[in-house]
């Protein structure tokens, strides 16, 4: 599949939140109970600070999907880690689009000086553990019983990959 990666603008933000609010409707990719507003989505895709940005993934016009790097913690001594995710229309899951995300994220964080990327998986979510670890993560911690959705307490997982 051909997909190209491009910085997030406004005109976008519709498909995303309209891709976000998928998983939180129907998964527990997410711990949102109510989709964002467009508003909310704004301010959890677009970054003041440049080292960390959203791309959104495009198959011609259409957002396919997107993946971010976004701060870990809010202190000096995590500037070398940053947090990814990413979140795929459905229809374009299991067609390979998830790696290239990662190696297009992971590329990205090395001009950032970011060295270790970290991301937050619900222990149910076996097609995102899958993609992380197949793409060099390993699982780091596991809190049990953290999350709580559609009734259910759900394991946090956080997978970790050192770049070189």
Do not use: W
Not at 36 to 51: A, G, H, T, Y
Not at 66 to 86: I, P, S
Not at 120 to 146: H, K, L, P
């Amino acid at each position: 599949m051909n997909v190209t990666f491009e910085a997030i603008r406004p005109e976008h933000l519709q498909q995303v939140l309209e891709i976000y609010t998928y998983y939180v409707l129907n998964t527990t990719a997410t711990f949102h109970t109510n989709p964002p507003s467009l508003e909310e989505m704004k301010r959890m895709v677009f970054f003041d600070n440049p080292r960390y940005q959203t791309f959104v993934i495009l198959e011609g016009e259409v957002v396919c999907g997107y993946v971010l790097l976004n701060q870990f913690k809010n202190r000096e001594g995590y500037d070398r880690t940053a947090e990814v995710t990413l979140y795929l229309n459905p229809d374009y899951v299991g067609k390979g689009i998830g790696s290239r995300a990662l190696q297009h994220i992971e590329a990205f964080a090395r001009t950032k000086d970011v060295r270790v990327l970290v991301s937050i998986i619900c222990g149910e979510n076996q097609r995102s553990i899958d993609v992380f670890t197949r793409n060099g993560y390993t699982q780091c911690a596991c809190y049990r019983q953290v999350g709580e959705k559609f009734g259910q307490l759900l394991d946090v997982l956080a997978y970790q990959k050192i770049l070189e």
